[in-house]
């Protein structure tokens, strides 16, 4: 077998631990950013109401019915 240089060795190394890293950001990134800021944003009107989410804001009527939708998502 061959001797390995060390610096390849941790060149690997910090290759494996950056893609793990790069893995679990793109898992748990989401939910810490939910956690982060918390619920949604609800407001009341009289005849509207207003919510306001991480990911989306939405005006709508008492009712449900959704007139304005916009995504805050990029």
């Not at 631990?17 to 619920?39: F, M, N, S, T, W």
């Not at 989306?56 to 998502?73: A, Q, R, Y």
């Amino acid at each position: 077998m061959l001797p390995v240089d060390q610096k390849r060795r941790n060149f690997i190394k910090f290759l494996a631990l950056g893609g793990g890293a790069l893995v679990l950001g793109k898992i748990l990134g989401p939910k810490a950013l939910d956690l982060l800021y918390g619920p949604p944003v609800v407001k009341d009107f009289q005849r509207f109401k207003v919510t306001e989410t991480r990911t989306k804001f939405t005006i709508s009527t008492k009712e449900g019915e959704e007139i304005f939708v916009m995504d805050n998502e990029k």
